[in-house]
């Protein structure tokens, strides 16, 4: 039997409350449009549907209300925007980040370079089960990446220089939001158990006495958000995005070959054998670290 694989069929048209009608959700990276294709978006949503168009939490846009016999010719349109329709089944949808580096002052990491990079290579891929990505250039996590079933943050650790005596300002003990500085007998004293390496504190060193030891990846898996939303657990951080996509490679082949459908992937982490992986992608990543699951803090493992 031939499978049906009309435009009705791609995961990001969405049938309606009304069958008559759907939503066409489109593609972006990292949310990112030109104004020339946001204007097209607009006219299109015009022209076809209802005059609207819809901001959704995965940073992309949907055009509602497309009466089905509209598909194709929407579809030939929007891929002429260079915003083709988008994904929303089980497969792997819409790749989403901060600004990082680029605009934001606290990012660690380029994450719409990467972003992109991501969509490029698995953007759409049919999977057993929806796999979200989300990246977050520092531990801020604007982009609630440990709830996504695979997430990236940006980290550095931070170390304090030998050679030159702290002035004990306590300008960094007051930016930290971890509490994980003091000034102890007139120097600042790090307390690794508590720091989440967002780097904060060395942007905050007048002084430029806080350096950054290394710059990393935090990479998560099976976190979800919805009805039970749960933490993901840490996976091993990596120092380049070359490896970050290597990693990720291999944790969606790893999820392609061995989970169920109808089941989401954090609640079979245990069946399909994490630990196992985990053991299996550190010996492949000779420069990955490993780190432990703390629950909900990120920064954990230093």
């Known amino acids: 039997m031939q499978r049906d694989t009309g435009i009705h ?71 002429k925007n260079g915003t083709p329709i988008g994904s929303e089944k089980d497969e792997i949808v819409n790749i989403i980040a901060c600004p990082g580096t680029e605009r934001c002052k606290f990012a660690n990491i380029d994450t719409i370079s990467l972003a992109k990079k991501i969509d490029t290579k698995l953007f759409g891929k049919e999977m057993p089960v929806k796999m979200r990505i989300a990246l977050s250039g520092c531990p801020n996590a604007c ?24 002035t004990g300002c306590g300008n960094c003990v007051y930016y930290c939001k971890e509490n994980a500085i003091k000034i102890t007998n ?13 780097g904060v504190c060395v942007q905050s060193c007048h002084f430029d006495l806080v350096k950054v030891e290394d710059h990393h990846y935090l990479i998560t ?17 990596v120092e ?50 490993p780190v432990t699951d703390e629950g909900s803090k990120v920064g954990a493992g230093i």
């Open 221 to 237: 898996v099976g976190g979800r958000r919805g009805r039970h939303p749960k933490i993901g657990r840490n996976l091993l951080t």
């Open 240 to 289: 380049s995005e070359d490896q970050v996509l290597f990693v990720i490679e291999k944790i969606v082949d790893w999820v392609y070959r061995r989970a169920w459908s109808g089941r989401l992937l954090s609640e079979q982490l245990d069946d399909i054998h994490f630990d196992k992986f985990r053991e299996d992608i550190l010996k492949k990543v000779p420069e990955a670290k």
């Open 186 to 198: 007139g120097i600042s004293v790090l307390d690794e158990s508590k720091c989440v390496q967002c």
């Open 143 to 166: 982009t609630s990446p440990m709830l996504n079933e695979i997430g990236v943050i940006g980290r550095v650790k931070p170390v304090r220089t030998k050679e030159r005596l702290c």
């Open 9 to 79: 069929m791609k995961g990001g048209v969405i049938t309606e409350r009304d069958a008559d009608y759907c939503t066409v959700r489109l593609r972006a990276p990292a949310g990112i449009f030109i104004t020339d294709q946001i204007r097209a978006i607009a006219a299109l949503a015009k022209r076809y549907g209802n005059c609207e168009v819809h901001s959704t939490t995965r940073q992309t846009l949907e055009i509602p209300h497309i009466k089905r016999d509209f598909l194709k010719k929407l579809g030939k349109a929007l891929e």
